[in-house]
């Protein structure tokens, strides 16, 4: 590891720092992103105690932390997150609430899905759904392309489980998606329109569901088919209402991928050399692709509730605790990476990634504890079109590429506006 990167290190506070404001939620919803990494700074400190919502809570954030809060089964996602994003993210019954064997056993069906076989079928799907959306934008003065990838993850995800959508339908669900990414860390309106849209998907899954176990519906192999006929650890199948709500889980962060490829999008906008990178694919695409996960903001930070007791930086966990753990700030602390604030792929050459410090995907272990099971679909679909995105050739007009850290999850206020797109 470079020598700059050991020299910042937080002093560990003797006592938990505490902010001083009886109630930081304004300041939360100020900084969005920034808020835990600000305060890890002002305090010098991996920790600090505040309260949200008018509730006590510990954020924290470093890989150090990331360890503890991953490792063990320390904590439970329940309870952890306030009502009005759980609805949209993790909801009733779905494997991000569970706990110890029943957890894992769900978790295992999850990571059934994703067989390297099966990612390359995924990529083949967005490869092509891909194209042939690049030929009908080149018949268009100008597109968006968050809205388009959003349809092109749409087609592509919903036909790899195994429920292909003809066009007025792709448009249709990808809208639902959409609305149900952009509500997730929202107050206010836009949160509500998540809720309306996820009301709209659930009774179309549901349905799903209750046609394949009554054999209305022929499905080949695939996610929709394994989670309708998946027995949890005690031998019952999920209910209909969870099998849809898992069902989800699978098709709305998918389609999320959206968002990463208008990051990439972006970024070669500011380093047009990373064309040829890409192009040459190999190890120059996964580190584009990497680069493009630690650098961009994403999830900001995860909540949980302390399960078992335990130290860490001078405090005593106690059960029950909220904690939430910095995501964003841990992809950008500069002990774990040199000139984070850069986006540079090829640091990669010098920087290794490990469980605990590119933590967009969560940290630890996928298998045995809450780490993200889709982190080999983002990968996949990430490098697969961002390839394709680098080999068309298209203009960026004038617009607000503005990114704004209050507005989670984060997008460029256009949404990526390109004009005069050419199929390569
Ligand atoms: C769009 C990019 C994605 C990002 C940034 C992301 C991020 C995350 C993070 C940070 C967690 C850990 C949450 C925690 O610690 O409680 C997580 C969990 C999860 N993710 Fe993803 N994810 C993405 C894509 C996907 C995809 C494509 C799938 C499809 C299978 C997926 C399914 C899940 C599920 C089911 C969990 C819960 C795992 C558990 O609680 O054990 N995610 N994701």
Known sequence: MPAAIATHRFRKARTLPREPAPDSTLALLREGYGFI?????????????????????????????????????????RHALPPTSFALIQDHG?????????HLARKAMFLSLVGEEALQRLAGLAERHWREAVSGWA?????????????????????????????????????????????????GPRNWRGHLYRARTERWVRKVIDEIRSGRRDVPPGAARTIA???????????????????????RPTVANARY?????????DHPHQRAALADGGEAAERFTD??????????????????????????FREGEWVLMDLYGTNRDPRLWHEPE????????????????????????????????????????LRTLSRQLAATRYTVPP?????????VPARPRSGFVMRAVHAP
């Open 37 to 77: 990494r600000n305060r890890c700074r002002e305090h010098g400190s991996d920790l600090f105690a505040a309260r949200l919502l008018l509730s006590p809570v510990i954020c924290m954030s470093g890989a150090e932390a990331a360890r503890h809060f991953y490792d063990g089964h320390r904590f439970t996602r």
């Open 94 to 102: 779905s494997v991000m609430v569970m706990d110890g064997a029943a």
């Open 139 to 187: 018949q268009r003065d100008a597109i968006v392309l968050l809205d388009e990838a959003h349809r092109v993850l749409t087609a592509a995800v919903c036909e790899w489980v195994g429920l292909p959508l003809g066009p007025t339908e792709v448009d249709v669900r990808a809208r639902e998606f959409a609305a149900m990414i952009d509500g997730t860390g929202a107050v």
């Open 229 to 251: 006929e998946h027995r949890d650890a005690d031998g019952q199948r999920l209910d209909r209402t969870v099998a849809g709500v898992e069902l989800i889980n699978v098709l």
């Open 261 to 269: 490829i208008v990051f990439a999008a972006m970024a070669l906008h």
């Open 291 to 316: 680069e493009v996960r630690r650098f961009y903001p994403f999830i900001p930070f995860i909540g949980g509730r302390v399960r078992a007791p335990f130290r860490f930086g001078g405090h005593d």
């Open 342 to 381: 850069r986006f540079d792929p090829d640091r990669f050459a010098r920087e290794t990634i490990d469980p605990f410090n590119m933590v967009s995907h969560g940290a630890g272990s996928a298998r045995d504890g809450h780490r993200c099971p889709g982190e080999g679909i983002t990968r996949i679909l």
């Open 399 to 407: 617009q607000d590429l503005t990114l704004d850290l209050a507005h």
